[in-house]
């Protein structure tokens, strides 16, 4: 079994909505739709892949400090990072946040840092960040949708 991240491409774009999220993960993440929708020169949307088939998906947005004041000029952010509700359960949420700092530092070389923000009442995905080297910044944000979030920050360089 080999995970890979990997940039989707136009005719990718339907296989990403087919993927499942759980109901109560829903005012975490939104759903596929609503991401897909809210894509642009700047947020590129990849796929999280498990050998041939299409596990997960993120956003990776190149001007994420054009939104969030709390993030540094130039860094990276992630956006809807998810796996299918049908394949939770089998460590590929983990696995996939752990592959995020090689991949952002090939994909995105002259980036030096990636911030993202986890929901205060997500327990889960916070520990999947934290294992895969995301430092608790210590500052919230609260303009979530659904309530304050954490603000986490990882060095690319």
């Not at 809210?38 to 997960?56: E, F, K």
């Not at 089998?90 to 993202?116: C, E």
Request: charged share 20%; with cysteine.
């Amino acid at each position: 079994m080999a995970l890979a991240l990997q940039r989707l491409g136009d005719d990718e774009f339907s296989l990403a909505t087919e993927l499942a999220v759980a109901p109560e993960q829903l005012e975490f993440t939104g759903t596929i739709a609503e991401a897909l929708d809210c894509l642009g020169d700047s947020r590129h949307p990849h796929g999280i892949w498990l050998d041939d088939s299409l596990v997960g998906f993120f956003i990776v947005d190149t001007d994420f400090a054009a939104e969030f004041e709390f993030c540094s000029e130039g860094a990276l952010g992630i956006r809807t990072f998810l796996i299918d509700s049908r394949r939770q359960g089998q460590g590929l949420g983990k696995a996939a946040a752990r592959a995020l700092l090689p991949f952002l530092q090939g994909a995105y070389s002259q980036r030096v840092s990636v911030w993202l923000t986890v929901n205060c009442r997500n327990r889960g995905a916070y520990h999947c960040y934290e294992t895969a080297g995301f430092t608790d910044t210590g500052a919230l944000y609260e303009g979530g949708a659904a309530g304050p979030q954490h603000v986490m920050r990882m060095a690319l360089r």
